[in-house]
């Protein structure tokens, strides 16, 4: 609600409001008990200057990112230069230092009046937490998660501060509450800290036992997103970059000029974060040419708010026409390639062709990025493959992105282990597959899957190859491509499924569904898991802001249920508490398909 409108104007408008959560609870009693730790996703933490060069002068411990953005807009050729790490290193650039900014202002607000963290810290702070028993574990989200202890001592300081705030609070331990990315960075801290060291923190195999009372994560890409896929090919994912979801209008002023995309492109193919994201688990989790396990969605986007009686979602086979969804075809080159079963058309192998001769005289671009190697026969190859799977999807990357994928590849893995016991899953770029680690031995800790559902989430794409301009992007989302109907999983290019709008369900559910429940391999001491899925409602009015019953992948974290079930477990509750799994989408019986030795 925005703050200008009296409260007896909006009751008039939409009747009584409900009591925000933290009311709510206040009400029934409950209060402080064990401290909260937050850990942002990428792109919501803020980030500000620390040394810079001579552009960027008079912005020292300004935000660059996060805020109001302004500097993105003055001076937008600085911004990105300062914003882009070092191509090899994956670290900063030489007199360039950015850094995260500290404290539950890291975070709470991405860009002004758009919340992040703001309503949960606020409703929490009705039942009586303030700082000290909340902290924002805020890090650099831009570099590998291994890289952020190397270069700022990010993890060592997360473990003092747990300890601190375990000891200060009577012994009680903590409630995490990662979101998004912070999913991953967080899987990856609960392997650094038990860790001997000098790759890990030292603190032994029972750390999490002692500290952590629940890890309450919210829409965790645990195998990865689609998304980051047609992010690292061609930058366009619907949102270019994450960067518009955050900050609608970004790039709508084209600050950049021509070439926005491929500055945009050349600063976040710095980053290795993003390689983070690339979908785990291969052809096993997402399927093959001719089979997904996430089957029969209807994308009707006819979502009701209070309508309980017709739900858009409802998986209703009957009146679908459902065309060769091929969700486990990530990317196929043309429509009709999409469509057909795989037996009917011949793809050329792409792996060892030779990239030969330059496109174009390059050097009129003023950006490069690593398409200009291609040459003309690389490229070609790509599109004589025509279509790709989770698997190949890897190979592709490798083939169009060496240089930052030698970098992803020294931190991060996609694979499933065959045996976890093998001395090499030791190293940290295992550490935030939970297809290649093991949960930490503490049996009375819970971890909870908390995410939106019923909104239709890129899952797939139809792509074309862009005739060579100068400095293009030689592949681009086909947007002509369109299903038959209006309930078609096709729509411009994108075939969907259910999801937050970011991440799949099948990626936010699969783990706490099916490969850790219960005692797994990859959760040898039973941890319980839980989910609970918030059914997306569209705000009732323009009144109710980003609305109290979102889905969306970032609107979560205003969404009431959601923030009154990690009250009440921050209150003491456990999962068996709040009612066990609270589940509307398909993740059971898609998790079912799945072939995976537990």
């Not at 955050?246 to 709508?252: E, H, I, Q, R, T």
């Amino acid at each position: 609600m925005p703050a200008s409108f009296p409260q007896y104007v909006t009751e008039a408008i939409t009747g009584p409001l409900p009591d925000p959560p933290g009311v709510k609870l206040k009400k029934e009693g409950l209060t402080v008990n064990h401290p909260v730790v937050f850990v942002p996703g990428i792109v919501t933490g803020g980030l500000e200057l620390w040394e810079g060069r001579q552009c960027a002068d008079g912005l020292f411990r300004k935000r660059l990112w996060g805020g109001t953005f302004g500097e993105l807009y003055k001076r937008p050729l600085c911004w990105v230069e300062h914003m882009s790490l070092d191509n090899e290193t994956g670290l900063d650039r030489s007199g360039i230092r950015v850094r995260p900014v500290s404290g539950l202002v890291a975070a709470d607000y991405f860009a002004p009046g758009y919340f992040v963290w703001a309503v949960l810290i606020a409703n929490l702070a009705r039942i009586g937490y303030e700082e000290k028993n909340m902290y924002m574990a805020a890090y650099d989200w831009r570099i590998s998660f291994q890289n952020t202890e190397v270069r700022d001592r990010t993890l060592s300081r997360i473990k003092n501060n747990i300890e601190l705030m375990v000891a200060t609070n009577g012994g009680k331990k903590v409630v995490v509450i990662p979101h998004s990315m912070g999913v991953l960075y967080f899987l990856h801290f609960m392997k650094w800290v038990e860790a001997p060291a000098p790759m890990g923190g030292g603190g032994g195999s029972d750390w999490c036992a002692k500290h952590i009372k629940a890890v309450m994560n919210i829409g965790g890409p645990f195998l990865g997103v689609p998304k980051s896929v047609a992010g690292l090919f061609s930058i366009e994912a619907r949102d270019i970059a994450v960067a518009r979801t955050f900050a609608p209008g970004f790039l709508d002023k084209d600050v950049f000029g021509l070439q926005t995309l491929q500055h945009l492109m050349r600063m976040t193919r710095t980053w290795d974060s993003t390689m983070s994201m690339i979908p785990k688990g291969g052809d096993t989790i997402w399927g093959g040419l001719d089979w997904s396990p996430d089957v029969y969605y209807n994308c009707s986007a006819k979502k009701h708010k209070n309508n309980d009686t017709y739900s858009a979602f409802q998986n209703d086979k009957k009146n679908l026409d459902m065309k060769n969804v091929n969700y486990g075809r990530l990317i196929s080159f043309g429509k009709d390639i999409a469509e057909l079963h795989s037996s009917k058309f011949e793809r050329l192998d792409f792996r060892g062709a030779l990239k030969g001769r330059n496109l174009v005289n390059t050097s009129s671009c003023d950006v490069w990025t690593e398409y200009h190697e291609m040459g003309v026969e690389g490229i070609k190859a790509v599109v004589d493959y025509k279509a790709y799977t989770a698997d190949s999807v890897l190979d592709l990357l490798h083939y169009v992105a060496p240089k930052m994928m030698k970098r992803g590849d020294a931190h991060f893995s996609y694979g499933i282990a065959d045996n976890l016991d093998d001395p090499k899953y030791k190293h940290y770029k295992y550490w935030s597959n939970p297809l290649e680690t093991t949960l930490p031995n503490a049996p009375d800790m819970e971890i909870y899957s908390m995410y939106g559902v019923g909104i239709p989430t890129e899952r797939a794409y139809v792509y074309k190859f862009t005739s060579q301009s100068e400095c293009y992007i030689p592949f681009q989302i086909d947007t002509s491509a369109n299903g038959g109907n209006e309930d078609s999983c096709l729509r411009d290019g994108v075939y969907s499924s259910d999801g937050d709008e970011t991440v799949p369900v099948l990626s936010a559910g699969f783990m706490c569904a099916k490969g850790w429940r219960g005692r797994t391999r990859f959760n040898p001491s039973g941890i319980h898991t839980y989910i609970r899925e918030y059914d997306h409602a569209p705000p009732a009015n323009l009144l109710e802001g980003r609305g109290t019953q979102s889905g969306a992948h970032v609107d979560i974290l205003g969404n009431f249920a959601l923030i009154e079930d990690i009250i009440r477990v921050a209150a003491g509750a456990s999962g068996e508490d709040l009612g066990g799994d609270r589940v509307y989408s398909d993740i059971f019986k898609w998790s079912e398909n799945i072939n995976l030795q537990l």
